[in-house]
């Protein structure tokens, strides 16, 4: 991983990241206020040879006592220091146990005795810490008493007293908020890391190149509003969906630049991913464009187009494909612009075999030599081979993957299964993207106040136009049944039908 997939990373999980940093800072705050008060005192004795005060022999008792602080400083902790001190105070405490609440130190190079107690009650520790430094005294008196009689060579005196403090020593608020804020912050961090490793769900861009360099054709982002208004005329012609599939339109004109054909077939690689939408507002989008379209409906097990357009699917490619009726009686116009569908008609007992048959593959070339641009929205690729069958009678293939929803193994497998049977991948569609964030996907757009500012070559410059009809009215009362007649292709359009 780089910089640039760490920043990724935090951009993705950065509520992961802020909510368990927050924890950390509650549990810390929490802890500090739980928790009883402890109060800390100190007390400093020093330690000094009993000598006659000439240099050489004031040399040798700073040696002495150096050397000997440490071991005093260790018997500081031991039941012969502690136990006349709780004796003295009448402690109900054993002198292990008071062992865990003293201290004792000294400094480099120093004859520094220093000894701390901690307690709950200020006055109690400064008890303890002076009464712990008196024994201490005469248990060093008493150890270091030659045996042959006379005073002990050593003498420790206290040179800083006990006293009870007046703020507790622990707890720290300060130290425990900081540490739970780093506790917090590493934990998700570690759960970030943890959950993007194993997360093997194509969620942008970055995720799309770890599988394939297909080209990425164009993005789409998520809008609530898609699933009740999920066609391009029914979107605002200045909106982020509105431009992307005109983006989309662009890179694909592009891409098929150098194809076989003018067929191209829109597929994805598990049932949710959006290709049926992507497919009709790729038509749609097209014919805006001012070329005649066909729009297929190759679904024959959940066609969808029918639905999204307000068009009657009873008499469609199926019922072409058996030459029940001619390709020229099937196709049904709508909008204002040229595009022309083509349902999926009835749901037969065997998709495959009619896709990958003969009367499919002239059906195609008849309708290319006839439109400008066939989109066919295809069956997914995983759960049946009716998209893998096709894919051989067109000139390309888009791929749509569903963003969040798709796993990169299933992308796998759809690439493969499109590679095994020669099919031309034009490219992949991200669908459904984030509109903010690591994923994000966008675009440059006009505004609709944008509009309204011309550039410097003003005289140049033209506004795109929609149709009125487009723009105003929702897309069923344009064309449904029960309020438009039903019309006939251009008599150039079925003339050349019927010649082919």
């Known amino acids: 991983m780089d910089l640039r997939d760490y920043l990724r990373l935090l951009r993705r999980n950065w509520i992961t990241i802020v909510a368990a940093a927050l924890t950390g800072l509650l549990v810390g705050g929490v802890a500090s206020v739980l928790s009883k008060p402890v109060y800390t005192s100190d007390t400093q004795l020093f330690v000094a040879i009993q000598s006659s005060g000439s240099v050489q022999e004031l040399q040798q008792g700073n040696t002495f006592s150096q050397a000997r602080v440490q071991s005093y400083v260790k018997t500081v902790s031991s039941p012969i220091v502690l136990q006349p001190a709780i004796d003295a105070l009448g402690l109900n405490v054993s002198a292990e146990d008071l062992a865990l609440r003293v201290k004792a130190s000294t400094e480099v190079n120093t004859v520094l005795i220093n000894i701390s107690v901690a307690d709950q009650s200020p006055v109690q520790a400064a008890a303890i810490a002076q009464a712990v430094a008196n ?6 008196e008493s150890l270091e008493k030659p045996k042959t009689g006379g005073s002990s060579p050593v003498g420790l005196s206290i040179i800083k007293p006990a006293i009870a403090p007046a703020i507790p020593s622990a707890p720290n608020t300060r130290v425990n908020l900081a540490l739970g ?18 997360d093997n769900r194509i969620r942008g861009e970055a995720d799309l190149r770890r599988v394939t360099d297909a080209p990425l054709l164009g993005g789409i982002a998520f809008d609530l509003e898609a699933g009740k208004h999920p066609l391009l005329t029914d979107t605002p012609p200045q909106s982020p969906r509105a431009e992307s599939f005109r983006q989309l339109r662009t890179n694909l004109q592009f891409a098929s630049v150098a194809g076989h054909g003018k067929t191209v077939l829109v597929t994805s690689s598990v049932p949710g991913e959006g290709k049926s939408t992507t497919a009709t507002n790729l038509a749609i989008a097209l014919a805006q464009a001012g070329q005649t379209v066909c729009l297929v409906d190759a679904d024959l097990r959940r066609p969808m187009v029918n639905e999204y357009l307000g068009l009657d699917r009873n008499a469609g490619l199926t019922t072409a494909l058996v030459g029940v009726a001619d390709l020229d009686d099937l196709l049904q116009p709508w909008g204002t612009d040229s595009l022309y569908v083509l349902t999926s008609g009835r749901v037969p007992p065997n998709p495959s075999e009619l896709l990958g048959s003969n009367e499919m593959r002239h059906l195609i070339s008849r309708l290319e030599q006839v439109f400008d641009s066939v989109i066919i929205d295809a069956p997914p690729l995983l759960p049946v081979t009716d998209a893998a069958v096709l894919s051989q009678h067109v000139g390309g293939v888009v791929v749509v993957v569903g963003s969040q929803k798709l796993r990169t193994q299933d992308l796998e497998k759809s690439l493969a299964a499109l590679n ?11 669908n459904q993207l984030p509109a903010k964030g690591a994923d994000a996907y966008s675009y440059a757009y006009y505004s609709h106040e944008d509009l309204h500012q011309k550039p410097s070559n003003a005289a140049d410059w033209q506004p795109t136009s929609y149709p009125a009809t487009a723009q105003s009215e929702s897309l069923r009362d344009v064309t449904s049944p029960s309020t438009q007649p039903a019309q006939r292709p251009r008599s150039v359009l079925g003339e050349r039908l019927r010649q082919q």
């Open 135 to 140: 024994s201490l005294i005469q248990v060093v």
């Open 420 to 430: 095994l049977v020669g099919s031309n991948v034009l490219g992949i569609v991200l």
């Open 181 to 198: 804020l780093l506790i917090g912050l590493a934990l998700g961090i570690g759960a970030s890391v943890l959950r993007t490793t194993l």
